[in-house]
């Protein structure tokens, strides 16, 4: 990666209320926790623990806000079915294979967001997120309020697994995080051992697990690899350039 993917964002904000028109300064706090997040600029990276400092990750990838698009919905409550990325009733994204299209708009069900793998179709790549856990002020709410599910799913748009590998004592097809048991949540208390084979202590503070933004901090080695490998020729989003 080499601090050189620079990627270009567009923000489409679906709303039924005033609030949920969020403003400029929202959206730009979150492109601001993006470039924290994924250059090892975060202010709690100096929190990652010792066992683990030979592995946290500089990623050395930025973000950069190129357009916001906005519309008023009678739709009170989205779904992850994908439907505020279509025309019809949300919005279409913006060249999704040169731009990270966001979504904010109201998830119903206590959905924090979700993301489309690199491989799947143009017409729904991108990302979506709560209005709610939306960058870090206006209508941010806590625990959710420090930006932090955009990180974990852009993880996803570039091809992270959930670390507990979404199974018991799961793999997330990256060598350098410990195995897990499941999900964690809240602030797990360091350090949380793992009761899967050699019983490593587990890496919660990792943006991939499912704790709150507070307890969330870092990427590793093996999951920059992970996602600086899409963005070379023959990569899945080599379309964004290095
Ligand atoms: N549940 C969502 C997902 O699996 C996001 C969780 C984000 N967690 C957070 N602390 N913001 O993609
Ligand atoms: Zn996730
Ligand atoms: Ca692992």
Known sequence: VNGKVEIPVVVNVLYRTAAENIS??????????????????????????????????????TFVLQNVVRRSTTTSSWTTSDAMKKSAKGIAPTTPTTVLNMWSCNMGGGILGYAQFPGGASATDGVVIDNNAFGTTGTATAPFNLGRTATHEVGHWMNLRHIWGDATCGSDLVSDTPTHNTANYG????????????????????????????????????????????????????SFGI
């Open 24 to 61: 400029l300064a929202q959206i730009q706090s979150q492109i601001d926790v993006l470039n924290k997040d994924f250059n090892a600029l975060n202010s709690d990276y100096s929190s990652v623990p010792t066992l683990f400092s030979g592995v946290k990750a500089n990623v050395g990838i």
């Open 187 to 238: 602030i797990p208390a360091y350090p949380h051992y793992s009761t899967c084979t050699g019983t490593p202590v587990e890496m919660t503070m990792n943006y991939m697990d499912y704790t709150d933004d507070a307890g969330m901090y870092m990427f590793s080695n093996g999951q920059k690899s992970r996602m600086a490998a899409l963005f070379v020729s023959g990569g899945a989003r080599a």
